[in-house]
C-alpha cells in the first residue's frame, strides 16, 4: 500500500491522477482550515483518553526500536513507532 493518503491504488485505479468524478469516500485525511474533518477533534480526544487509562496501568513506555517518520509537508506523523510498555 502506498504510504500517501488518498493513493492507494487497491482503492482507485489511477491514485495519482486528479479526477474530480472520483468518489471521495473512504480517504483518511484530516484536512485543515475551512476543509477539516469535523471528527478529527473527536479522534485527537479518543487517542488522549486511550492514552491516559493506558498510563494509569502501566509503569512506563519505551521505544523499543527505531522510529520512522511519514514525510508529508503538512502532517506530522510516525510511519512506525515501536514501543515496550513496562507493567506497574
Do not use: K, Y
Not at 31 to 41: L, P
Amino acid at each position: 500500500m502506498d504510504a500517501r493518503p488518498n493513493r492507494d491504488p487497491r482503492r482507485w485505479t489511477e491514485p495519482d491522477a486528479f479526477e474530480l468524478r472520483r468518489d471521495p469516500s473512504g480517504h483518511v485525511g484530516f484536512g485543515a482550515g475551512i476543509h477539516q474533518c469535523v471528527g478529527q477533534h473527536i479522534a485527537r480526544l479518543e487517542a488522549e483518553a486511550l492514552l491516559t487509562a493506558l498510563l494509569a496501568r502501566v509503569a512506563a513506555i519505551e521505544l523499543d526500536g527505531m522510529p520512522h517518520r511519514h514525510l508529508d509537508n503538512t502532517l506530522r506523523s510516525w510511519q512506525s513507532l515501536p514501543v515496550r510498555i513496562r507493567r506497574a
